[in-house]
């Protein structure tokens, strides 16, 4: 196996469960850095600017940086840009969604635009579903931050931006282009960011039907770890629902370690 020249880390259930560090994750990542490991941190949250991630992330005794931030909603900007540089884009979603479409020389709008982008929207609500529609009918290109339909939340799970998604996509009838995982699209915008080939890229990530499944669909190596989403009652019925087998499993990040270590020596095969 060729050495790794890129790591793409998911956040939730891999390094941290929502205000808690998982069990090894900072020495994972010091290890990445002392082995000089390129990497970056990939999420679905749209909502959160690079700077913000970062600074949970750090807050948590994983010291990281914006520049290592990779989200849906900074795949969406680019994305959008690639096709139409300048874009007028309308957006349903919050401060890293905003963000990201200003950074990338998007031009916001409240009047017809050419994109319509959607994350998760706490204010979301009738007005704003009829609008999106309106400019979709008009001729508008849907965009989707990211497909999740719940999230976990210090109250159990609460509706993602997936949920929102299909209010819209129910009323205007037009699938969005989605961005974040299972999307190929957001794991090859965080390879070209660490200018690699998703080839020689591999996600790491708790999540079969996520993380594993982006890999695999942007044609990246993938290792799932059994901290977070998946158990060893589940992983069955995740493997056979997306047809998507990681090439790895690690129990632990102490085990993802290991297998790092090792596969940069190259004795893995
Ligand atoms: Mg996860």
């Not at 159990?156 to 999307?183: C, D, N, R, Y």
């Not at 957001?186 to 020689?200: E, F, N, Q, T, W």
């Not at 997306?242 to 090792?262: A, S």
Request: proline share 5%; net charge negative.
């Amino acid at each position: 196996m060729e050495r790794i020249q890129g790591l793409l880390i998911d956040l939730d259930g891999t390094l941290y469960h929502g205000k808690h560090r998982i069990e090894g994750a900072d020495l994972f990542i010091r290890m990445l850095r002392e082995s000089n490991v390129p990497f970056l941190f990939v999420t679905n949250n749209s909502s959160r600017t690079p700077e913000q991630v970062a600074q949970h992330l750090t807050g948590m005794g994983i010291p990281a940086e914006p520049e290592e931030v990779c989200t849906s909603s900074l795949a969406a900007a680019s994305y959008i840009s690639h096709e139409l540089p300048g874009a007028k884009v309308a957006i349903l979603g919050e401060e890293g969604l905003r963000t990201a479409m200003i950074r990338e020389g998007l031009e916001l709008t409240e009047e017809q635009p050419q994109y319509v982008v959607q994350g998760i929207d706490r204010s979301f609500n009738y007005e704003s579903l009829s609008k999106a529609v309106e400019w979709i009918h008009a001729g508008a290109i849907s965009v989707l931050t990211n497909p999740d339909l719940l999230l976990p939340s210090d109250h159990g799970l609460t509706p993602g931006a997936g949920s929102l998604g299909a209010a819209i996509e129910a009323a205007s009838a037009v699938k969005p282009v989605v961005i974040g995982k299972p999307s190929s699209i957001l794991m090859k915008y965080a390879a070209d960011r660490l200018g690699i080939s998703p080839a020689d890229a591999v996600v790491i990530g708790d999540n079969i039907r996520t993380d594993i499944a982006a890999g695999a669909h942007a044609g990246c190596k993938t290792i799932l770890v059994m901290t977070g989403i998946t158990t060893e009652h589940n992983l069955q019925d995740h493997q056979t629902a997306t047809g998507v087998k990681p090439d790895f499993i690690c129990k632990d990040l102490m085990e993802t370690v290991g297998l790092i270590r090792d596969w940069q020596q190259g004795t893995v095969t």
